[in-house]
């Protein structure tokens, strides 16, 4: 049962470009879709996160949309780098219960990106 | 400041053999998780503890075990190992929103 779909599952873009990978879910008591980073060999990394009270967060050439009512969100890639090559995955956290902060997070299937130089 | 530290980094197991993950932090964070991640799949959620002394059950539990017993340790056990849990290993922490993730163990199964 995957609760958050991911696609594409790979993404070529060109230097300069702009790079887009799209996520959807279904259980609205989700609360919290961040988009984590991770280069080969390595873990994960936070990128960039957005709650479902705004529509778009943007971080330098990194911008997430979250459409709340088409239960979608997406994470766009200005000016797309060389360095950008990465794997990327989106996810989204049960919201918190019994007055603690701790939620799980449900991940995407990844999008592996590659810019050409 | 290592943040979250993993061991080992590969590990190459006969299938029936048992082996221990080791996973420590150093951020002080009361929530730890490990995970595994396999090609298409994304991760995954196995167990993950909410506090010292406690530990919960994930997404994919099945054939393996965790303790917690110092805050800042988080151990993840196979007690038989099968070549259906050659994956990469990923440990991680948090409090509050944001996880930490170490930077993995590869474990083949043979």
């Known amino acids: 049962q995957q609760q958050v779909k991911q696609s594409p599952q790979s993404l070529i873009v060109q230097k300069g470009g702009i790079s887009i990978i799209n996520c959807a879910y279904e259980?609205?008591?989700?609360?919290?879709f961040p988009w984590y980073q991770q280069f080969p060999g390595k873990g994960p990394a936070l990128l960039i996160a957005?709650?479902?009270?705004?529509s778009e967060k943007k971080e330098g050439r990194f911008t997430i949309s979250f459409n709340k009512s088409a239960k979608q969100f997406s994470l766009h890639i200005m000016d797309s780098q060389p360095g950008d090559s990465a794997t990327y995955f989106c996810?989204?956290?049960?919201?918190?219960?019994?007055?603690?902060?701790?939620?799980?997070?449900?991940f995407g299937q990844g999008t592996i990106l590659t810019v050409h130089p | 400041n290592a943040g979250v530290t993993q061991t080992p980094k590969f590990r190459v197991l006969k299938t029936g053999q048992s082996m221990t993950l080791l996973c420590a932090q150093d951020?002080?964070?009361?929530?730890m998780y490990w995970y595994r991640q396999d090609p298409g799949m994304g991760l995954r959620l196995i167990h993950y503890?909410?506090?010292?002394?406690?530990?919960a059950k994930g997404e994919v539990p099945d054939g393996y075990n965790v303790s917690r017993l110092k805050k800042q340790n988080f151990l993840l056990g196979l007690e038989s190992a099968a070549p259906s849990q050659t994956s990469v290993y990923f440990c991680?922490?948090?409090?509050?929103?944001?996880?930490?993730f170490g930077d993995g163990t590869r474990l083949s199964i043979l």
């Open positions: 991680a922490s948090s409090w509050g929103f944001a996880q930490h």
């Open positions: 259980n609205t008591a989700f609360d919290y």
């Open positions: 957005i709650r479902p009270d705004v």
């Open positions: 996810a989204a956290r049960v919201q918190p219960t019994g007055g603690t902060s701790y939620g799980k997070l449900t």
């Open positions: 951020m002080n964070h009361e929530y």
């Open positions: 503890s909410v506090g010292e002394g406690t530990t």
